[in-house]
Nanobody
Framework: VQLQASGGGLVQAGGSLRLSCAAS????????MGWFRQAPGKEREFVAS????????DYADSVKGRVTISRDNARNTVYLQMNSLKADDTGIYYC????????????WGQGTEVTVSS
């Protein structure tokens, strides 16, 4: 199993970024996926998740209305579109694979860094 996150970078507050996570080594289309982030000096936190078919999504309150998670099962890729970025969105963003039965995450990507300047 491999999860390769990309798309991070430096952006001004109010700007947008689109993160991508390319998956390989497993049947991507049958797994829910999630995005998490870890800010400097803080614990990793949940950002968003999406069901296997893309029909359901869940978001952390801190990003609702600003972030959209989506997926392309033909490309084995999950995306995180982030708009109206704030300094508090700064951190390393990780994608992860979710185990349906336990609702826990078993594989994690290496992360992509997002820095929002205020």
């Amino acid at each position: 199993v491999q999860l390769q996150a990309s798309g991070g970078g430096l952006v001004q507050a109010g700007g947008s970024l689109r993160l991508s996570c390319a998956a390989s080594g497993f049947a991507f289309s049958v797994y829910s996926m999630g995005w998490f982030r870890q800010a400097p000096g803080k614990e990793r936190e949940f950002v968003a998740s999406i069901g296997s078919s893309g029909g359901s999504a869940d978001y952390a309150d801190s990003v609702k209305g600003r972030v959209t998670i989506s997926r392309d099962n033909a490309r084995n890729t999950v995306y995180l579109q982030m708009n109206s970025l704030k300094a508090d969105d700064t951190g390393i963003y990780y994608c992860a694979r979710r185990i349906w039965i336990t609702r826990t995450y078993d594989y994690w990507g290496q992360g992509t860094e997002v820095t929002v300047s205020s």
